[in-house]
């Protein structure tokens, strides 16, 4: 049994035998420990996730919700029963966690349903659907769902896919970056020469007439976003609060 999440270990369902691994499917401890405080820090008592598969996400913000009152999680997972075999819910089940609700969609039309309901939450964990345009379309509806003071939290940012819908949704108006700062670690050689080279790369694209600079060194310019820092040395996650409610106007644009 893998030992990652002592908090969980003596109560997980056995998996190993059905293919899977804890350690290589599941969040790290940090990033568990960090939703964890999130919720506890700030309250939050309706939460909602999309991606559950072995649960330890979802024991963790499980675990921090049961110390308050009328407690609500809300599992969005199309897959629970039929590739994860119900291994999630029969571990959140395994720790007497009965105040959650599995709802087996994709999450495009899951989150839809929910927001014609008019139902909202105050804390969101986005582990679904890995590409740029899913992540973004999670993001869309959960904007609408969730109360302002309420947090969004992205996993797996480490994806292309996942950074680049990040930087988008850095230049909402609305939202502030939250980092859990016992996360970042020092970069290494390799992302130090990595960082040179972006650097070294900008100036250079500077030669260039606008519209080539944009087709050619796009990635280039990425590493001048105020997020490039934070993308490359944090391990895995990174969350947004939300501070206002959503008043762009119809034809908002940032560039990212």
């Known amino acids: 049994m893998d030992n990652s999440h002592p908090r969980f270990r003596d109560k997980l369902e056995n998996v190993e035998k059905q293919g899977f691994s804890y350690k290589e499917t599941s969040i790290p401890t940090q990033e568990g420990e960090f939703l964890w405080s999130q919720i506890r820090e700030h309250k939050y008592t309706n939460t909602i996730e999309i991606g559950c598969a072995l649960g330890i996400a979802s024991l963790y913000i499980c675990e921090a919700l049961s110390e308050f009152e009328n407690p609500s999680h809300t599992i969005i997972d199309p897959y629970q029963t039929t590739q994860w ?35 909202t939450f105050d804390f969101a964990f986005i582990d679904g659907w890995h590409t740029f345009d899913h992540t973004l379309l999670d993001f869309f509806y959960l904007n609408r769902l969730i109360q302002v003071g309420g947090m969004i939290v992205f996993d797996d940012t480490k994806y292309p896919s996942v950074a680049r819908a990040i930087r988008y949704i850095a230049k909402y108006p609305n939202y502030r970056l939250v980092t859990d700062r016992n996360a970042y670690r020092p970069g290494g050689i390799r992302t130090r020469l990595l960082t040179l080279g972006l650097n070294a790369g900008q100036y250079l694209s500077r030669v260039f007439p606008l519209q080539i600079r944009r087709f050619v060194f796009s990635d280039v310019m990425l590493s001048r976003h105020p997020l490039h820092n934070v993308l490359l040395n944090h391990p895995r996650w990174l969350a947004f609060c939300k501070t206002a409610e959503d008043t762009r106007n119809f034809d908002w644009y940032e560039n990212f």
């Open 85 to 119: 075999k119900s291994i999630g819910v029969k571990n959140l089940k395994n720790f007497r966690f009965h105040f959650f609700s599995l709802i087996e969609k994709p999450s495009e039309i899951a989150l839809p349903q929910l927001l014609d309901k008019k139902d």
